[in-house]
C-alpha cells in the first residue's frame, strides 16, 4: 500500500467553498479508482464522490449533487473535491480512498485510506 495525504480542509462560513486535495506517494493514480467519503462522529463513514480510472466515470451522493465536483490533475497526480455551497450538514472528517474499482461508492470498495481533513461548515 501506498501512503495517501488529504488536505485543504478548514473552517468556512454557511455558502462558502473548499477544495479537497488527495495526493499519493504512489508514481501515478491513474490506475485507481479514487473515493472521497467523510464521517461525523457516531456515524457511519459515507461515500461523497467518486472517480474512476480510465474511464473516469463520476459518483456523487444525492446530498453533494450540483455542489461537489471531483477530478484529477494526472500532472500533479491529485485529485480534488470542489466543494461548493457548503452548509453546516458537510461538517465531518473528509477522507479519500483508492479502490481498483468501484460500483457503488462505498467504503467497503476501498481498501486504502488517507488520515483525512476536517472541514467545519459555521451558520
Known amino acids: 500500500q501506498f501512503q495517501l495525504v488529504e488536505s485543504g480542509g478548514g473552517l468556512v462560513q454557511s455558502g462558502g467553498s473548499l477544495r479537497l486535495s488527495c495526493r499519493a506517494s504512489?508514481?501515478?493514480?491513474?490506475?485507481?479508482?479514487i473515493g472521497w467519503f467523510r464521517q461525523v462522529p457516531g456515524k457511519e463513514r459515507e461515500g461523497v464522490s467518486c472517480i474512476g480510472s480510465t474511464e473516469g466515470s463520476t459518483y456523487y451522493a444525492d446530498s453533494v449533487k450540483g455542489r461537489f465536483t471531483i477530478s484529477r490533475d494526472k500532472a500533479k497526480n491529485t485529485v480534488y473535491l470542489q466543494m461548493n455551497s457548503l452548509g453546516p450538514e458537510d461538517t465531518a472528517v473528509y477522507y479519500c480512498?483508492?479502490?481498483?474499482?468501484?460500483?457503488?461508492?462505498?467504503?467497503?470498495?476501498?481498501?486504502?485510506w488517507g488520515q483525512g481533513t476536517r472541514v467545519t461548515v459555521s451558520s
Open positions: 480512498a483508492t479502490a481498483w474499482g468501484y460500483y457503488y461508492c462505498l467504503p467497503d470498495e476501498f481498501a486504502n
Open positions: 504512489v508514481d501515478t493514480l491513474d490506475y485507481y479508482a
